[in-house]
C-alpha cells in the first residue's frame, strides 16, 4: 500500500474519473420520477423503524443504511413489477444481498484505512461538501426537496449521509491507492470498452422513439366496480392476450383511456425529453416489438411497445470521456486483484448477517 503522503492526489485523480462516470450514467435509474411510483402497501407485521442489517467488527450497519442505498433498485423494479409477485421479490432480494455486501466490504476497507489515518491521511470537510452537492445535482437532478425526502424515507439524518459519503470516498481512494501499480490501460483496451459503452453514454436528450400505446385507468367515474386491485387485473390480462399474439391496436381502441386510442394508441418520433423519466428508462432499454408493462402510475396502468427507436449521439472517445473509459479499463484490470485482497480480509473479519 501506498504511504500516506501520496494519498491525497490518489484522491483527486479517483474522484475526477468516478465522477465523470456518474455524471454520464446516472440519468435513467439512479432517481425517482413522480411519474411512475410504487404503489403502497400495508405492512403484515411489525415495522422496523431502524433494525440491525449486519455487523463487521463491531460497526453497526442499519437497515437504514441499507434502505437508502436499495432505494434507486427498488422503484425501478415497483415500475416494472407493479403487483410485486415472486420475480419482483427474488430481484429484491438479490439487490439486498449486493447492497448489504458492498456495505461490509466498505467497513472492512475503512479498517485498513484507520492505520492511514495515524499518519495523518484523510478528506477535508470542504471536499466533502462539494461531492455531496455533485450528489444532489446529478442523482437528484439539483431537486434538494426531493434528496430531504429521500433522507427522511430512509430515516437518514443529513450527518448520516455526509458520513455515507465520506465513507464512500475513502473507499474509491483505498482502492485506487491499493492496485495503484497495475499496468495501463492499452489503447485497443481503451477502444474496445467504448465500442462496449458508448451507447450508455450518448446524449438522451436526442433520443427519439415511436410506439403503441394504451392505460388502463385505476378508478372509472362511471363504473363503481372499477377498482386500482380490478383495474390491474384487467391490464395483466390484456398484456396476456397481447403476448399471445392479439391485436394491440384493437385493444388499444376498445379499453385505452388514451386520447388518440382511436388511432390504436400510435404515437412517432416522440423526444425523450417529453415522455416521464422512469417511463422513458425502460421504454427505451426494450426492443422493437417488446411489451413494455404493464407499469403503475398514481393513475392508471400502462402498457406500451416501442416500434423504433433512435438514439442521441455518442461522444468522441477524447478528452474526459477518454479519461472514464481509461478509468473503467483500470478498474477492470484491478478486479481479479481486488478480489483476492477483499476476500483474504473477509475471512479474517467478523461478520455477522441478520435475516
Same mark, same amino acid.
Given at each position: ?12 485523480? @479517483? ?5 465523470t ?8 435509474s ?8 410504487p404503489?403502497?402497501q ?6 422496523l423503524?431502524n ?24 422503484r425501478?423494479?415497483a415500475?416494472?413489477?407493479?403487483r ?28 485498513e484505512?484507520?492505520e ?36 427522511k424515507?430512509?430515516h ?10 465520506k ?15 497495475t499496468?495501463?490501460?492499452l ?11 458508448k451507447?450508455?453514454l ?8 415511436s ?20 383495474q ?41 425529453l ?5 417511463f422513458?428508462a425502460? @421504454?427505451?432499454?426494450?426492443?422493437p416489438?417488446q ?10 396502468f400502462?402498457?406500451?411497445?416501442p416500434?423504433?427507436?433512435e ?13 472514464m473509459?481509461?478509468?473503467?479499463v ?11 485482497? @477483499? ?5 479474517r473479519?467478523?461478520?455477522? @448477517?441478520?435475516?
Amino acid at each position: 500500500m501506498k504511504s500516506a503522503s501520496t494519498f491525497p492526489l490518489s484522491l483527486a485523480a @479517483i474522484l475526477l474519473h468516478v465522477g465523470t462516470l456518474q455524471a454520464q450514467l446516472a440519468s435513467a435509474s439512479a432517481s425517482a420520477s413522480a411519474a411512475l411510483q410504487p404503489r403502497p402497501q400495508r405492512p403484515t407485521g411489525p415495522v422496523l423503524v431502524n433494525g440491525i442489517a449486519a455487523k463487521v467488527n463491531g460497526r453497526v450497519i442499519t437497515q437504514s443504511e441499507v434502505s437508502f442505498q436499495l432505494a434507486p433498485s427498488y422503484r425501478q423494479l415497483a415500475s416494472q413489477f407493479p403487483r410485486r409477485g415472486a420475480e419482483f421479490e427474488r430481484q429484491l432480494a438479490a439487490a439486498r444481498e449486493d447492497t448489504i455486501q458492498g456495505l461490509i466490504d466498505r467497513q472492512i476497507i475503512l479498517s485498513e484505512f484507520k492505520e492511514l489515518e495515524k499518519k495523518g491521511a484523510g478528506i477535508k470537510d470542504q471536499t466533502i461538501d462539494e461531492e455531496v452537492k455533485r450528489q444532489i445535482r446529478e442523482l437528484f437532478h439539483g431537486d434538494e426537496a426531493k434528496f430531504q425526502q429521500e433522507l427522511k424515507r430512509s430515516h437518514l439524518t443529513m450527518d448520516d449521509y455526509r458520513k455515507n459519503t465520506k465513507e464512500g470516498m475513502i473507499v474509491q481512494a483505498m482502492r485506487a491507492n491499493q492496485f495503484s501499480d497495475t499496468p495501463p490501460p492499452l489503447p485497443s483496451e481503451i477502444q474496445k470498452e467504448y465500442d462496449e459503452i458508448k451507447q450508455s453514454l450518448r446524449d438522451v436528450s436526442k433520443d427519439r422513439i415511436s410506439f403503441k400505446i394504451f392505460f388502463v385507468l385505476k378508478e372509472i367515474q362511471e363504473n363503481p366496480l372499477a377498482t386500482p386491485a380490478t383495474q390491474a387485473a384487467i391490464a395483466e390480462d390484456l398484456a396476456a392476450e397481447i403476448d399471445r399474439g392479439a391485436d394491440f391496436a384493437k385493444l388499444a381502441k376498445t379499453y385505452s383511456s388514451i386520447a388518440f386510442a382511436t388511432q390504436g394508441g400510435v404515437q412517432e418520433n416522440v423526444p425523450r425529453l417529453n415522455l416521464p423519466t422512469e417511463f422513458a428508462a425502460i @421504454i427505451f432499454d426494450a426492443k422493437p416489438g417488446q411489451l413494455v408493462g404493464p407499469l403503475e402510475d398514481p393513475k392508471r396502468f400502462t402498457l406500451a411497445i416501442p416500434t423504433k427507436i433512435e438514439y442521441g449521439p455518442a461522444p468522441a472517445l477524447d478528452g474526459k470521456v477518454r479519461e472514464m473509459v481509461e478509468a473503467r479499463v483500470h478498474k477492470k484490470k484491478t478486479s481479479a486483484q481486488y478480489q483476492r485482497w @477483499i476476500e483474504s480480509r473477509r475471512k479474517r473479519a467478523m461478520i455477522e @448477517i441478520k435475516k
